[in-house]
């Protein structure tokens, strides 16, 4: 079975701070790769995925995120974050039709 | 549109209480149908999954158990809750075709005290 590896459990930054957040998977093969976020008191929403095709996905709110195939990675970047992207955010891998998600990190953006 | 509900939001219970946990989703049809669980620190953990009515797979060995009475409701039990049983439900659907796209609801947050 897949294991997610998030590798930062709580991040703080600054408003304006560049992000990036960690995502690895354990194996390859046709994966399906998703990044979910929860705002606070909100549903888990899906931020972004990759499926195939470009490995620089784009998603909402100025989130991409870039899967490198020989690393397992599928990290999620933003380059200038707001005190509004305080959530917490979920990698998933979709594999053999089940889901597999990372632990979850928390990001706190101080205005 | 499509909109999922869960309830309770929040829930304490005793050691070897029992537990019933509702999900149901409104605007589709044949829904594939999930319960996840969070404990404290860790990723989401795939308890059980649904694919139609009375049809239940379940990923982990537990004291819990699912039911889908009806095409739009997942029901998530327990008849003794254990300590460790606290966490965060969430349940999730995804049409029966088409997108791999999970849509989450809104959570409960169990306490086993």
């Known amino acids: 079975a897949q294991s997610v590896s998030q590798h930062n459990h709580h991040v703080i930054l600054s408003e304006a701070a560049s992000l990036e957040l960690g995502c690895n998977y354990s194996?390859?093969?046709?994966?399906?790769l998703f990044w979910y976020v929860q705002y606070p008191g909100q549903h888990l929403q899906l931020l972004l995925k990759?499926?195939?095709?470009?490995?620089l996905v784009k998603g909402i709110k100025g989130f991409e995120a870039e899967f490198i195939k020989s690393k397992f990675s599928f990290n999620l970047r933003k380059p200038s974050v707001q005190w509004s992207d305080t959530a917490e955010y979920f990698c998933?891998?979709?594999?053999?039709?089940?889901?597999?998600f990372g632990r979850g990190t928390q990001l706190t953006v101080w205005p | 549109s499509q909109t999922i509900h869960q309830w309770p939001a929040t829930l304490v219970q005793p050691v070897g209480s029992p537990l019933s946990l509702e999900c149901t989703v409104e605007?589709?049809?044949?829904?594939?149908l999930y319960w996840y669980r969070q404990a404290a620190g860790r990723g989401l953990q795939l308890l059980f999954y649904?694919?139609?009515?009375?049809?239940i797979s379940s990923e982990v060995p537990q004291n819990l158990s699912a039911s889908r009475p009806q095409d739009r409701q997942f029901i998530l039990s327990s008849k003794k809750l254990l300590l460790s049983d606290s966490g965060f439900y969430l349940c999730?659907?995804?049409?029966?075709?088409?997108?791999?796209?999970?849509?989450f609801g809104p959570g409960t947050r169990l306490t086993v005290l």
């Open positions: 999730a659907w995804r049409p029966g075709q088409g997108t791999d796209t999970q849509y």
């Open positions: 194996y390859g093969g046709t994966v399906n």
């Open positions: 998933a891998v979709k594999d053999l039709g089940r889901l597999y």
């Open positions: 990759y499926f195939s095709g470009d490995p």
């Open positions: 605007g589709t049809s044949n829904p594939n």
């Open positions: 649904s694919v139609g009515i009375g049809q």
